[in-house]
């Protein structure tokens, strides 16, 4: 399988790209992934390489499913579907504003190739959706047992943590060991996730990412237990 030849992933900057332009498509993206590397730009620019340090994480385990989002996702009018709506997912992503981002990283050609491989069954998305109506959302790249997350969106309030919650705990039970949440936020440390040093995801990155999980953690979720 091809590797990464673009530069030490151990050895990038803390904060800035590792390696700048190149193509982006499905086989380029599987290739960083496996390495540790995702991109990060904006439209108009080349395609930037990131393997930042520290690396912020998430242990499926160590979520904080607290009282008060429990009683939220019992409410009546939740649904939770997988793989249902991914380009949406992927647009809405790019189009919802976020409290001190101005524009979006997410470019016509990064949704492309995330399309590309949600069709080769590696990229996922999770919608949710309150009364019929696709209300939060979130999609991500499966590589063995590590789930590399890339962005999430709200119009209800909760949503994203409700289609969080859900996913995380379809991880927990089908065996993955890291949510590679990437870059810092306060939303995803108040779930649980921490920061580790680079070396230490890399590490973790090369035991897990050929590993099978159990079992399809994006299988649909019977009708039943679906609100």
Known sequence: MQEWTRGDPSKAPARAPLARGGKLDAASLIVAYRAGIFPWYSAGEPVKWYC?????????SDFRLTDSLKKTMRKKGWSITFDQQFETVMRRCSEVPRRGQHGTWITEEMIT?????????????????WGGE????????????LFHGESMFQLRTDASKVGYA??????AACGYVLIDCQMPTPHLASLGAFAVERTEFLEAVKRFRDQPPTGDA???IPTSNAT
């Open 52 to 60: 930042p340090d520290p690396r912020f994480v998430m242990r499926p």
């Open 113 to 129: 190739a995330y399309c590309e491989l949600h069709r080769l069954g590696i990229a996922h998305s999770v919608e949710v959706s």
């Open 134 to 145: 696709l209300v939060g959302g979130l999609y991500g790249v499966a590589l063995g047992r």
């Open 166 to 171: 859900t996913i995380v705990a379809r991880l």
């Open 218 to 220: 994006f299988a649909p």
